[in-house]
């Protein structure tokens, strides 16, 4: 059923020729007609709420973005160039980088303080003396007969736990990276876990495990690495298994990667795993230089597995990948100061 209105106004024009009240009714009337009609087949309302929203309503109040703290420990030898990577691939979530370093190896050799006692050295990470704290050891020992290498890094890693909760001020709440120098947690990995709250107080942290550079990379995965939330408890600096959660990808394990051959040499004799050294031609720098380049074990020994498949996957060493996108972004950004570490960049100096 249609409806049709009809409006009939009667107007009356003095002597003066003018328009009178009937007219100027009209005219409102005509006006009301056209805003009721904006108001019904348009957005009318809708935009002018829009448009004059900063007159009548107020935002809710900011969320106060409240990071935790993060603390990098690091048992430190002679790993510089690997050190600079990761300082720089960590540099912008870590608040405080902890180094500790012994005036002995593991094996119980004397050493010098390759980072806090070489002036060249330090000058190197001049960058980041803002964010530093080191520290100097010298209650390592010489190792007695059957003595064992695990002592003395049980013993750094005591020292770690006291340098980091005292000179670092830790406090509950904190995180806490507890990884080898050579073992480095991806920036994104750090910034998205200091931003959460909810997860677990430990998480071991996945890392690919490449060999000498990141052109070999070995099928077993690294999951000892970890994040730790401090709490109240004191114990901190543990490399055991402490947690069932294992994060995926977190990050690069670049195990005796070194620009010179003679650093192979010295962390051969120096670390932990001494007793590999079973033949003094395992020391000799030509064939070393020669294992680098072939993705070969610098040890004569199977790289480490824990099944069959990857018994047999790593039978002829690690295996060459040429894939760059994916590496520290130091690296991928300095190719001319860190080729050695590159596909390609096999030859040490």
Not at 163 to 189: C, F, M, Q, W, Y
Not at 318 to 339: C, G, M, Q, W
């Amino acid at each position: 059923m249609n409806i049709t209105w009809k409006c009939t106004c009667y107007a009356k024009v003095d002597d003066g020729g003018h328009i009178a009240l009937g007219s100027t009714l009209v005219s409102v009337f005509f006006l009301i007609c056209i805003f009721v009609y904006l108001l019904v087949t348009t957005n009318f309302i809708r935009d002018v709420g829009y448009i004059t929203r900063p007159l009548w309503d107020r935002p809710e109040e900011k969320f106060t973005l409240a990071p935790a703290r993060v603390v990098d420990a690091i048992i430190f030898s002679n790993e510089l160039d690997i050190l600079k990577v990761r300082l720089r691939e960590l540099w912008d979530v870590v608040d405080l980088f902890v180094i500790l370093e012994s005036n002995r190896t593991f094996s119980g050799n004397p050493k010098p303080y390759f980072f806090a006692g070489n002036r060249a050295n330090r000058q190197r990470f001049a960058f980041a003396e803002t964010k530093l704290v080191v520290g100097q050891m010298t209650t390592l020992t010489a190792l007695k007969p059957g003595q064992n290498p695990f002592d003395n890094e049980t013993e750094m890693r005591r020292q770690m736990n006291q340098l980091s909760a005292n000179t670092a001020h830790l406090r509950p709440g904190d995180l806490l990276l507890i990884t080898h120098v050579d073992e480095i947690p991806r920036k994104e990995t750090v910034a998205m876990l200091r931003m959460c709250n909810g997860w677990p107080e430990t998480y071991h942290l996945q890392m690919t495990n490449y060999v000498y550079s990141f052109e070999f990379k070995a099928e077993t995965d690294i999951w000892r690495p970890k994040i730790r939330r401090v709490n109240d408890t004191g114990q901190l600096y543990f490399r055991a298994r402490s947690s069932d959660q294992l994060l995926m990808d977190a990050g690069w394990h670049c195990s005796f990667c070194f620009r010179n051959v003679e650093d192979f040499v010295f962390k051969m004799q120096a670390y932990s795993h001494v007793d590999r050294v079973t033949d003094k031609q395992l020391l000799i720098k030509e064939e070393i230089q020669i294992k680098i380049c072939a993705g070969k074990d610098i040890f004569d020994i199977f790289l480490e597995a824990f099944t069959f498949r990857e018994l047999l996957w790593n039978w002829q060493g690690a295996h060459r990948s040429y894939a760059v996108a994916d590496l520290p972004r130091p690296v991928i950004e300095n190719p001319v100061t860190f080729k050695f570490l590159l596909p390609g960049g096999c030859q040490r100096e």
